[in-house]
């Protein structure tokens, strides 16, 4: 096997993931735990990391280890402020270290992006963006970044110039687990697509918050099922959020980042508005971008 040339760490609030890589970019060795950001006090990440990586590190030398999202949030290993849009993905040049007691790594953290007006903040999908832009340096358009808290980021000439953040994921969570809803909402449930895409019209038609009640109305009056009751519910909430887009973004083209069903529902949903989105993988995305730091480091670029 290839020797690790270096550690690629995308650490979110509730999980670590790591990557050992060889010189090539060749990835050696995988793992995750579920120590992530939220789970631990400031003395405890250097361990939580050990825990997962101690037995990829060679014993003499040092290995870096690249780490992007909410490690560098305020409450996470060490703040790493953020950059201010219109800005390149990445600002490498004000990457962070947090000071280390094993003498086999140096660590270093990427910065997220922030942006006055409207406010928000993004950790972590700045480095997906710059994966992106590895793979298509000239994209022009719009990044959908599903999540929890799913992002939306208006790229051109390799910067991000504007970005706008919804609470989509969460408050399909909290409807659908802790709010009168649930009665009618048990249970997991494959996907729905008929009912799935009746929300979508239904975003368009009538205010959400007389449309989410109508939900239960339903399960009362006419026995709505609950795998269709939560289809309907992802789809009033998406369309709600495409529906908020700023009006100037309309007519850009869309790349949709993730895996699995999540990243399927949006560009399902763009593709009943008539958009035709192009998907790339979270991960693959996530290690490209990983990788141009890690260049930066090594005085590559």
Do not use: N
């Amino acid at each position: 096997m290839s020797e690790v040339s270096w550690i690629a760490v995308d650490w979110g609030t509730t999980q670590l993931r790591a990557w050992a890589l060889s010189a090539g970019g060749q990835v050696l060795q995988h793992g995750a735990s579920a120590r992530g950001m939220g789970s631990l006090a400031v003395d405890q990440f250097e361990g939580a990391l050990l825990e997962l990586i101690d037995g990829w590190l060679p014993v003499d030398r040092i290995t870096e280890v690249v780490a992007c999202g909410m490690v560098g949030a305020r409450q996470g290993w060490r703040e790493a402020p953020y950059a201010e849009v219109p800005c390149a993905p990445q600002a490498l040049a004000r990457m962070i270290s947090p000071e280390v007691s094993d003498s086999r790594i140096s660590v270093s953290i990427i910065p997220g992006l922030c942006q006055r007006s409207p406010a928000d903040v993004l950790r972590g999908e700045e480095t997906q963006i710059a994966g992106l832009l590895a793979q298509w340096p000239d994209y022009h358009g719009l990044v959908c970044l599903p999540g929890t808290h799913s992002k939306w980021a208006e790229v051109r000439g390799g910067q991000v110039l504007s970005f706008q953040t919804f609470m989509t994921g969460e408050l399909f969570a909290l409807l659908s687990g802790q709010s009168v809803l649930r009665h009618g909402m048990q249970g997991d449930h494959p996907l729905d697509h008929a009912a799935f895409d009746a929300g979508l019209h239904a975003a368009a038609e009538r205010p959400l918050l007389g449309a989410l009640f109508g939900l239960r109305a339903e399960g009362l009056l006419e026995g709505l099922a609950p795998g269709a009751a939560r289809s309907r519910l992802s789809g009033l909430l998406i369309g709600q959020e495409l529906a908020g887009l700023p009006e100037h973004w309309q007519g850009l083209p869309v790349c949709v980042i993730g895996d699995g069903e999540a990243a399927e529902r949006y560009r399902h949903a763009l593709a009943v508005q008539g958009i035709s989105a192009r998907t790339l993988g979270a991960e693959q995305v996530t290690l490209a971008g990983l990788a141009a730091a890690h260049e930066h480091i090594r005085g590559g670029i």
